[in-house]
């Protein structure tokens, strides 16, 4: 993996139009080069087919800090399309290299392509993961930390280390497999086990190497993303507290826990100190509100420590009751420094009016026999063209309706099974302060994402939303974030301001929901088509569908 910081004013001239459109001069830039390709390894014990970054799997940490500028040269030696997308990574006013179907063309098997972008105004905790054809079932994930400035003071000391840890459950077979058996209508049921950093471990194994070896009364942060497919993992470790730190990209209140729910999509920081007897321990991560346990477990080693690590584990809570009472904890620290993208007034997200209030509902349907995922009566696809491109274009008209999904769900969403198969894009005006419920009607949990933005999670509740449940919100501190979870038959509310122009996806992180169509897209536009809003598209943007042969539009106006 290369990486090199340069000044602007020695940059190759290939560069010079990516410079004018996303970097000061004082901005840093980082640049890395990925060869991915296929492997054989045996995460669950049994040998399959992996994607491997730079022959790495999981694949390298991407450690960057606020405004850095990102350019990761990928060569795609897969024998398909691939595209990589920055889960929580803003892309201010660039939703051109956010990596989603929506917004890019897949760099083709057998060819490379550059990405460039700035972590503007942002800290903390993300990964990043291949988003095309169900790759991820196979690895091309791994994590991305954007850290503070060194001029920005953080509310805690600096930790002796900084440590990634990515836990996901995982099958056993390859996502060619997977997805053939999604494509002919069946969900792949239960996965085969979990994963920690690419690894299950096995209790008990003396032999075992550590994933982290920690120096006695040191402090350590701990950085903790479910990267999985299916279930919603609890991570706690051996014999040591943890104290939360940070919830993707916020400092949080700084409360102290013996174990944290962790679900799909998420990332957690924390710091945990090495306080205990000098010997190993065990990080566990095993799967919630399911009828099968699935685990896995990753070594801690103390510096000259003495012992192996106990063979009795840490057990994980019960029911879902206590998981809503953990995300009751979580609060926002107002009084932390850190960079930070928020409009004007944001700090009072609690006083601003709501323009808008969308509901969007879940559902699991069939579709001519097969199974699809659904919002508001929608099932998602891809067209060949990129929404991004066909709207810059002006042929969204050939490719995609707008405002197909409405902002409440048919009153019959719990019986019907019709389904409309399309793209769903729903229209939104730039700058306005919008209310979205998340409804799930079903009987399992759900993580939901937004790319391009953060947002206030101000409840998840039992039963029905309706108007009168907004007396119970969260309008001062809750954590601004990009992810969350919604309860069996509850539901789950956030505010935002869509002050991000472009092309966003909001998703299922649910693999198979995500693949099967619970997902949809979000166009926020710049009124008056203004790089003041949003950038023009770079001449290095992919081409491909209706729009590969015809002529680049003019920019947007200065």
Same mark, same amino acid.
């Given at each position: ?25 004082? @901005? ?12 054989t ?6 040998p399959?087919?992996?994607i ?13 800090t606020?405004?850095?500028?990102? &350019?990761i040269?990928?060569?795609?030696n897969?024998?398909e ?16 290299? @956010?990596?989603?179907?929506g ?8 060819k490379?392509?550059?990405y460039?972008?700035q ?6 905790t993300?990964y ?12 091309g994930f791994?994590?991305?930390r954007?850290n ?16 990634? &840890?990515?836990?996901g459950?995982w ?5 060619a ?12 049921g ?41 279930n ?19 400092h949080?209140?700084?409360? *102290?826990?013996d ?12 710091l ?29 080693r ?55 209030t ?43 309706n707008?405002?197909?999904?409405? @902002? ?7 019986t ?19 209310? *979205? *419920? ?9 993580s939901?994402h937004?790319?391009?933005?953060s947002?206030f ?9 309706t ?32 002050d ?7 998703r ?7 693949y ?7 166009s ?14 770079? @001449? ?6 209706? &729009? ?11």
């Amino acid at each position: 993996m290369a990486k090199k910081s340069i000044i602007v004013s020695s940059l190759f001239p290939w560069l010079v139009s990516m410079v004018a459109m996303v970097a000061y001069a004082e @901005d840093p830039y980082l640049f890395f080069t990925w060869n991915v390709t296929y492997g054989t390894l045996s995460p669950l014990g049994v040998p399959e087919q992996v994607i491997l970054i730079n022959n790495q799997f999981p694949g390298p940490n991407l450690n960057t800090t606020t405004n850095n500028n990102i &350019v990761i040269n990928v060569f795609n030696n897969l024998d398909e399309p691939l595209l990589f997308t920055w889960s929580g990574v803003q892309h201010r006013k660039n939703s051109w290299q @956010d990596g989603t179907p929506g917004t890019m063309c897949p760099i083709p098997a057998g060819k490379n392509f550059t990405y460039h972008f700035q972590v503007k105004d942002q800290i903390g905790t993300f990964y990043y993961w291949p988003s095309t054809g169900f790759q991820k079932a196979s690895g091309g994930f791994g994590g991305l930390r954007v850290n503070s400035r060194l001029l920005i003071p953080v509310p805690f000391d600096t930790p002796e280390d900084d440590f990634t &840890v990515l836990i996901g459950d995982w099958y056993s077979k390859s996502h060619a497999t997977l997805r053939k058996q999604l494509d002919s209508g069946k969900s792949l049921g239960k996965p085969d086990g979990v994963l920690m950093n690419g690894k299950q471990g096995k209790v008990g194994d003396e032999k075992e190497a550590p994933l982290f070896t920690m120096k006695p009364g040191k402090t350590y942060r701990f950085r903790i993303c479910n990267v999985g497919m299916r279930n919603s993992l609890n991570f706690r470790i051996q014999g040591h507290s943890m104290k939360l730190v940070e919830i993707e990209g916020s400092h949080t209140q700084q409360a *102290i826990y013996d174990s944290l729910d962790i679900h799909l999509g998420q990332c957690y920081s924390v710091l945990v100190t090495a306080d205990k007897e000098p010997k190993d321990y065990y990080m566990v991560a095993s799967s919630r509100f399911t009828k099968y346990h699935l685990q896995a477990t990753g070594k801690i080693r103390y510096e000259n420590g003495k012992g192996p690590a106990s063979n009795q584990l840490p057990e994980a809570p019960a029911g879902w009751a206590w998981s809503l009472n953990q995300f009751r904890t979580l609060r926002w620290n107002l009084t932390a420094s850190a960079a930070r993208p928020n409009p004007q007034g944001s700090y009072l997200y609690g006083k601003i009016n709501i323009t808008r209030t969308i509901k969007l509902a879940n559902t699991a349907n069939t579709v001519n026999g097969k199974l699809r995922y659904a919002i508001n009566g929608q099932s998602h696809i891809d067209p060949e063209t990129p929404l991004k491109l066909a709207e810059y274009y002006n042929v969204a008209n050939k490719v995609f309706n707008y405002d197909t999904v409405k @902002d409440e769900p048919p009153a019959d969403i719990e019986t019907t099974d019709k389904v409309t198969v399309a793209p769903i894009v729903l229209n939104a005006t730039y700058r306005n302060f919008v209310e *979205i *419920i998340f409804e799930n009607h079903e009987k399992g949990v759900q993580s939901w994402h937004l790319d391009g933005y953060s947002f206030f999670p101000v409840a998840i509740e039992v039963g029905t939303w309706t108007p009168e449940r907004r007396k119970n919100y969260n309008l001062l501190d809750a954590v601004s974030r990009y992810s969350i979870q919604v309860y069996p038959k509850s539901w789950a509310a956030v505010l935002l301001t869509f002050d991000n122009a472009g092309m966003w996806n909001i998703r299922s992180e649910s693999l198979e929901r995500y693949y099967l169509g619970q997902q949809l897209y979000v166009s926020v536009a710049s009124p008056g088509r203004s790089q003041r809003d949003e950038y023009s598209m770079p @001449d290095f943007v992919l081409p491909c569908g209706i &729009v590969k042969d015809m002529p680049k539009p003019p920019p947007y106006s200065t």
